[in-house]
Each structure stands twice: as structure tokens, then as C-alpha cells.
């Protein structure tokens, strides 16, 4: 499974972490996205209910051990031998905001869950965060842009430094970010 996605998210909610609010009045244009998916499957080895661990046996003989979610429901239901397929899709959208309410800060979240129904668990997790900030600075000599989010200001290094020119002070930033988790149980 990604670990860079989830520090990635936590780095940014620092950053901009607030209440929520609305937002009117703007137009957006898209800086930059990013997809990454990740698949774990096999054989079910060992799976313990109290801490929510379960080890799976990969095709190449490898073992993976996998925390579950409380939102998976029916843990007991998944027995040595099963056959479990995970897939972690992580998803970023990287915004220019512009317009009357631009740079307004805070975030938005959520987590929903979709059960397919069966004998053995299966269904999807899906959590989303939207992030806003503000563009206070930016350098395209150093090709970095400053932006302050809700409790912080940070510096963020700029790669296609043609960017740059799309940016100015007061621009709003919009950060979404889209997780989701589907796995599917099988007897084997």
C-alpha cells in the first residue's frame, strides 16, 4: 500500500488544517494531478480480529501484513485460506483560484464507505480532502511559491518553473485529495 500518499496528505492538512466555509464567486484552473495505484492480493494466513492484522501469502511467496480499517465490517467472516485483492487508488488535484473569494482558508473532509453484499467482506473506502490556501509570495528565481494555509506558511519548491508565471500574490490554492480503498474477499 502508498505510504507517501498518506504523509503527503498529512504534511498539506498541517498546513491548511481549519473549520470549513464556502466559497463563492471563483474560477479555477488546474496547476498539476497525480494518480497512484497500488494492488495487494493473495492468500489469507493469519487474520486476528483484537488488532485488526491480517498477513496474506503474495503469488511471488511474499508476505504482506495488512491493518484493516474499523469500517471493515464482518473481520470474522475472513478465514485462513480466502483469497483477499486490495487496491489503493490515491488521486491529487492541485488548483489556482481566482476571482472575489479567492485565498479564503480551511478544509473539508470525508469518509464514506460502500458494502457489496456477500457471504465475505467487500466494498470501498473513500476519503476526501479539500484544502484552500493562499499565495503570499513567489520567487521564480528560486522557482518556489509561498503558501499560507489556515495555522502555517510554507515554502514549496516549484518543478516546472513555467508555473511560476501563472501565479501572483492573493491567488487562492486548492489541494484535493481523493483516497480510495476497495477490497474484495473470496474463498479460494
Known amino acids: 500500500m502508498s505510504k507517501q500518499t498518506v504523509v503527503i496528505a498529512a504534511a498539506v492538512g498541517m498546513l491548511f488544517a ?7 464567486d471563483l474560477k479555477t484552473e488546474p496547476v498539476a494531478a497525480d494518480a497512484v ?7 489469507v494466513m493469519v487474520v486476528n480480529p483484537d488488532t ?6 503474495t503469488a511471488d511467496g511474499s508476505f504482506e501484513v495488512l491493518h484493516v480499517p474499523p469500517e471493515v465490517k ?3 467472516a475472513i478465514k485462513i485460506g480466502d483469497h483477499v485483492t486490495v487496491t489503493e487508488t490515491s488521486t491529487a488535484l492541485i488548483e ?9 482558508m480551511g478544509m473539508m473532509g470525508s469518509t464514506e464507505t460502500e458494502r457489496v453484499p456477500g457471504k465475505k467482506p ?13 499565495v503570499v509570495g513567489v520567487n521564480k528565481a528560486a522557482g518556489t511559491v509561498t503558501v499560507k494555509g489556515a495555522q502555517s ?3 514549496f519548491n516549484v518543478e516546472n518553473k513555467e508555473l511560476l508565471d501563472q501565479l ?18 473470496t474463498v479460494k
Open 37 to 43: 495505484q497500488t494492488t495487494v492480493e493473495g492468500e
Open 74 to 76: 464482518r473481520l470474522d
Open 153 to 155: 506558511t510554507r515554502t
Open 18 to 24: 481549519a473549520p470549513t466555509f464556502a466559497q463563492v
Open 168 to 185: 501572483k500574490v492573493g491567488d487562492g490554492v486548492v489541494a484535493h485529495f481523493r483516497n480510495v480503498i476497495t477490497g474484495e474477499v
Open 122 to 134: 467487500a466494498g470501498s473506502i473513500i476519503d476526501t480532502l479539500t484544502l484552500y490556501g493562499k
Open 96 to 104: 489556482l483560484q481566482s476571482g472575489r473569494d479567492a485565498g479564503a
Open 52 to 57: 485488526r492484522l491480517m498477513t496474506l501469502k
